[in-house]
């Protein structure tokens, strides 16, 4: 059964970093064209994605958080991390983690890990 | 990056209607578009990919349509379980993004 779970803490105070960590199972982060995307929903609001990588390494961030954002996988260990720095509390919302592979569409979701950030 | 707009942001809708949404990109993006399902409190769902292609185990009364710019989501007969947001996503460029997405509502 192909998985994807999240895990990282559900509150962190304003300035501090982020760190998410993407656990897959039932495929590998190595197979041709394979890849992870994290995005993320604030309560209400709509899906905002944020960086993907692919199984050859490469990474996309997007635009508007680049500079805080850093994506990577250890594919022995199945899991794809993200990094978000300089937390505030706008980054309050809902992180997924979700498999792009053959359709190039989000085929696979995590359940989805809330993050708040307050001091 | 391509901004990604959908209309109409609310539909209000009764069991067996036939539902339209669209959603337009600001640039071509060829068939790189996606739509997903998302119920309150749950991960959003692969319903469409590549414009019209319908995911495994999808109902058939969900289709896709359109090219370039212009883009609609069709379901035939509203099901009391389609009650959902639905989002649009394009994938033409490794910068993903998504539309703002549509809420179907009961009438």
């Known amino acids: 059964q192909v998985t994807l779970k999240e895990s990282g803490p559900v509150l962190v105070k304003p300035t501090e970093t982020l760190t998410l960590t993407c656990t897959v199972s039932?495929?590998?982060?190595?197979?041709?064209?394979?890849?992870v995307s994290w995005i993320r929903q604030p309560p209400g609001k709509a899906l905002e994605w944020l960086a993907h990588?692919?199984?050859?390494?490469?990474?996309s961030y997007s635009t508007s958080l680049k500079s805080r954002l850093t994506i990577s996988k250890d594919t022995s260990k199945s899991q794809v991390v993200l990094t978000m720095t300089n937390m505030d509390p706008v980054d309050t919302a809902t992180y997924y983690c979700?498999?792009?592979?053959?359709?190039?569409?989000?085929?696979?979701w995590g359940q989805g890990t809330m993050v708040t950030v307050s001091s | 990056d391509i901004q990604m707009t959908q209309s109409p942001s609310t539909l209000s809708a009764s069991v067996g209607d036939r539902v339209t949404i669209t959603c337009r990109a600001s640039?071509?993006?060829?068939?790189?578009l996606a739509w997903y399902q998302q119920k309150p409190g749950k991960a959003p769902k692969l319903l469409i990919y590549?414009?019209?292609s319908l995911e495994s185990g999808v109902p058939s009364r969900f289709s896709g349509s359109g090219s370039g710019t212009e883009f609609t989501l069709t379901i035939s007969s509203l099901q009391p379980d389609d009650f959902a947001t639905y989002y649009c996503?394009?994938?033409?460029?490794?910068?993903?993004?998504f539309g703002q997405g549509t809420k179907v509502e009961i009438k």
């Open positions: 590549k414009a019209s």
């Open positions: 979700a498999r792009t592979w053959i359709r190039d569409a989000f085929d696979i």
């Open positions: 039932g495929f590998s982060l190595s197979n041709a064209r394979m890849g």
């Open positions: 990588i692919f199984s050859n390494d490469e990474k």
């Open positions: 640039q071509s993006i060829s068939s790189w």
């Open positions: 996503q394009q994938y033409n460029t490794v910068f993903r993004t």
